[in-house]
């Protein structure tokens, strides 16, 4: 029997920190508290304009927030549906990798996915959600499976397939929902990419 790859801790912790930020946050809009979301967003979201001025409402926040952003969330659905990416993308890649290594690999692509929002937006802001990081383990995933099936002299086909899907879906959501970040999601994406490729290339 194949066992299933256990969740990392640092995922569980993650998963549960970002639920309870967008818990406290939806209550408060529903008990008539409107103004601590977009506050919550001016101290912890992404601004790219941050980046060109340097300074923030507080010491070192063009810094701080490419680690905050990805705690934010834009709704229930929008982290829903993030927790649970994450814990399906999550499990597989820890298997393959190991714990420690995919927290390096998350944290990362969240750093790329926010630079790459701002290079190509340097005017956006607010900028929400872990989405760039967690598309940046999938793309850890097809890099790491890549560089193993060249190696094994097995078609990559199956999976490019699976990887043409994914993109398209994000295309098409990407044109449903304009706000969504795509900038963010291609940076985390190619990240992921490259590192998944290199951690499968060093490994004997």
């Not at 990392?8 to 309870?20: E, M, N, S, Y």
């Not at 103004?35 to 967003?41: D, I, K, M, N, Q």
């Not at 802001?125 to 190696?151: D, K």
Request: aromatic share 8%; hydrophobic share 55%; net charge positive.
């Amino acid at each position: 029997m194949t066992r299933t790859p256990r969740l990392p801790f640092w995922v569980g912790t993650l998963i549960a920190v970002c639920i309870v930020i967008e818990g406290v946050l939806s209550v408060a809009d529903l008990l008539g508290y409107p103004a601590l979301r977009p506050g919550a967003y001016m101290l912890g979201a992404f601004w790219s304009p941050l980046l060109v001025h340097g300074t923030g409402l507080y010491t070192g926040q063009p810094v701080l927030m490419f680690l905050s952003y990805g705690l934010l969330h834009g709704g229930v659905l929008h982290v829903a549906v993030n927790m649970f990416s994450l814990l399906a993308v999550g499990r597989g890649l820890a298997g393959m990798i190991g714990s420690r290594a995919m927290a390096v690999t998350y944290l990362l692509c969240q750093i790329a996915a926010g630079l790459l929002f701002a290079v190509m937006q340097p005017q956006a802001g607010p900028m929400v959600g872990a989405s760039g990081a967690i598309f940046g383990l999938a793309g850890a995933i097809v890099g790491y499976a890549v560089i193993n099936l060249r190696r094994r002299h097995k078609s990559i086909a199956p999976l490019a397939r699976s990887a043409g899907l994914i993109i398209a879906l994000n295309v098409g959501l990407t044109l449903a929902m304009p706000e969504i970040a795509w900038q963010a999601h291609l940076g985390g994406a190619a990240a992921g990419l490259l590192i998944g490729a290199f951690l499968a290339w060093r490994k004997p």
